[in-house]
């Protein structure tokens, strides 16, 4: 009796251990492609029947075989959404391929979101895939979309998105922006507009903010509109506290970099580290808001470079924080190397040096101005613009 209980426990363990393999060298062998044989089916039904223990067996099957899901993805979501008829979902399945939806976007849909399967095609899906078309959201960017936020399939179409989509379009006048809007801040078009968006949109009215400042705040800050009344019109009062006009577009750049805590917090921690004090930070933030909303990475590489490489006093570069703005490589090297040239070469003098020709003029000027009226004393000077020479290599220190 001892002996047949062995036996029968190490034939249980050689069945798993078979499955197992069954089911592993299927998927690697097949993947994706092509159409699985009937013997594939039938190693492929094994393994999943063996991991579903309660679940729809046809279910799982069809979550497999159709909609591409792993097996163990597909026993999670068949706890989900069930289905005794195909009808349903091969009609779903059927409108994401004609909206060029790809296998592995209706695979990602699916497994994130498994009830879209049982969603009604003519009187909810597809109204609402051909109205977001209709606005100017192309299906490549409608698959990339929602194949990550299926969520965003749930809202009603007359009740919610419709009506979102309306209320942004007479803020922002344009459906390319309400797209942009989309795309960025999608989670607004299922949210209650009545109840955070339009009464901050009503505070900015009543301050005097232009509609072409709250056009740009809402296009690109939606998330700040979308903040409960109290904590946004704190924000609102903070900015105002500091000095901003709220009829200026650095009102809106304020707002954003003071929406982000965090990120204000360790751009501080950067600017006091090389010497900035709390005023300092206050006055690069009235000239430059966006100064505030730079990566502690980028504020500590230009600032050792002006101040170690060019000699610059850092209290000197809080006079001047749209630098910040502005690439390292691209801008900020390349305009520095002409001018520290020019500097040992003694055919410019520091004192009357405008840092703000030096950044913030268009390249045309730049040049002009810094390279080629210089030419004829400095010949590499156009190379040292462009990094090929070194500028102490052409000033003879």
């Not at 507009?193 to 949109?201: A, E, G, R, T, Y």
């Not at 691209?330 to 020709?357: M, Q």
Request: glycine share 4%.
């Amino acid at each position: 009796m001892a002996l047949s209980y062995v036996f029968s426990k190490s034939l249980r363990s050689a069945s798993t251990m078979f499955s197992s393999l069954l089911c592993r060298n299927r998927f690697r062998v097949q993947g994706f492609a092509g159409a699985a044989s009937h013997f594939d089916f039938q190693n492929q039904w094994f393994c999943t029947k063996r991991l579903t223990s309660s679940s729809d067996d046809f279910t799982v099957s069809y979550l497999v075989n159709s909609c591409r899901l792993s097996p163990e993805a597909a026993v999670v979501a068949s706890h989900k959404v069930k289905f005794q008829s195909l009808v349903k979902p091969d009609s779903v399945l059927a409108l994401f391929r004609q909206y060029e939806f790809s296998d592995t976007q209706i695979s990602t849909l699916v497994r994130r979101y498994p009830l879209i399967l049982v969603a009604d095609v003519k009187n909810n899906l597809l109204p609402k895939l051909e109205f977001l078309c209709s606005i100017g959201i192309s299906r490549l960017d409608l698959a990339k979309m929602l194949s990550h936020k299926p969520i965003l399939l749930t809202p009603s179409l007359e009740n919610s998105i419709i009506p979102c989509y309306t209320f942004l379009k007479s803020v922002v006048l344009s459906d390319s922006k309400v797209v942009y809007i989309w795309k960025r801040n999608s989670w607004i078009f299922g949210a209650n507009l009545s109840k955070n968006v339009i009464p901050n949109i009503g505070l900015l009215k009543e301050l005097g903010m232009p509609d072409s400042c709250i056009a740009s705040l809402v296009t690109y800050h939606a998330e700040i509109v979308m903040r409960k009344p109290e904590a946004f019109s704190e924000l609102v009062s903070e900015v105002k506290e500091i000095g901003f006009d709220l009829e200026k577009m650095f009102f809106v750049q304020a707002l954003h970099a003071m929406y982000w805590k965090q990120t204000w917090k360790r751009s501080e921690s950067a600017y006091r580290s090389w010497g900035w004090s709390h005023e300092d930070i206050l006055c690069a933030f009235r000239v430059c808001p966006l100064c505030m909303t730079k990566s502690e990475k980028k504020i500590m590489g230009t600032m050792d470079f002006l101040v170690n490489k060019m000699g610059w006093q850092s209290q000197t570069i809080a006079k001047i924080p749209y630098v910040f703005m502005y690439s390292l490589e691209k801008r900020i090297i390349p305009r520095c190397s002409v001018v520290r040239a020019l500097l040992l070469k003694g055919l410019i003098e520091e004192k009357k040096l405008s840092l703000t020709a030096v950044f913030m003029k268009p390249e045309n000027y730049f040049l002009n101005k810094f390279v080629t009226c210089y030419l004829d004393q400095v010949p590499q000077l156009l190379d040292v613009y462009h990094g090929k020479v070194d500028a102490q290599d052409v000033s003879g220190v």
